[in-house]
């Protein structure tokens, strides 16, 4: 069953970071992800821009509007996500934990619908 582990990021809290943490934290984040890989539970991963970087996209009674940055304010941001393998929901909480954003922000794990059963669901 596949799960998408997003990674949640706290400027405040990043930027509090002993010198050169993120770095080594970052490190171990890619080591540990080569492991994911090689035991068959990632798929993906990704890191994302900053907010401001963002647009947001609304289609309101047939009219596109789009503006600069995320959709809400918010002190937390998505930073980034995995695509992980894992046999249930315990297993991604536990491959989940094994990262450290969760000291900088939050980690939201959730599972990914099966879309060849949508497909076949609706005629597609």
């Known amino acids: 069953m596949k799960f998408l582990v997003m990674i949640y990021c706290d400027d405040a809290l990043l930027d509090a970071l002993p010198e050169g943490e993120f770095d080594t934290l970052m490190h171990g984040c890619f080591m540990h992800a080569d492991e994911l890989r090689e035991q068959g539970h990632l798929h993906d991963s990704q890191q994302l821009e900053a907010p401001a970087t963002a647009r947001t996209l609304r289609v309101r009674n047939n009219r596109a509007t789009v503006v600069d940055g995320p959709f809400a304010e918010t002190k937390e941001y998505l930073g980034g996500f995995n695509l ?41």
Do not use: L, S
Not at 91 to 113: K, Y
């Open 84 to 124: 992980i393998e894992a046999a249930d929901m315990d297993e991604a909480v536990r491959i989940a934990a094994e990262f450290p954003w969760a000291r900088t922000g939050a980690i939201e794990i959730r599972p990914v619908r099966d879309m060849d059963a949508v497909r076949r669901r609706v005629g597609a």
